[in-house]
Nanobody, 116 residues
């Protein structure tokens, strides 16, 4: 019933920018947390940034000052503005939502490739 649709991934040169979007639909409960995770080849899936319903945000240290997470509660959409991208940011980025009833859902992922 719940569906997460991600967009915005692609190929970008080092120092460039991308903006990821994730729209959640079909949920009957309020969303508590929306987050972005990423998984590089041969690595585990790690949290990049999260935003709570109150607007409080968290970031992994490696992206602080470069990435900004935001949400549009009216549209149930979370964004990740990624600036000053580095090759180390190359990964599949996954949207994650946690609802107030305790349920969790993953997006299918969108590939971000940072290369010259």
């Amino acid at each position: 019933q719940v569906q997460l649709v991600e967009s915005g991934g692609g190929l970008v040169q080092p120092g460039g920018s991308l903006r990821l979007s994730c729209a959640a639909s079909g949920g009957i409960f309020s969303i508590k947390v929306m987050s972005w995770y990423r998984q590089a080849p041969g690595k585990q899936r790690d949290l990049v940034a999260g935003i709570m319903s109150t607007g409080r945000t968290v970031y992994v240290d490696s992206v602080k000052g470069r990435f900004t997470i935001s949400r549009d509660n009216a549209e149930n959409t979370v964004y990740l503005q990624m600036n000053s991208l580095k090759p180390e940011d190359t990964a599949v980025y996954y949207c994650s939502v946690d609802y107030e009833d305790g349920s969790h859902y993953w997006g299918k992922g969108t590939l971000v490739t940072v290369s010259s």
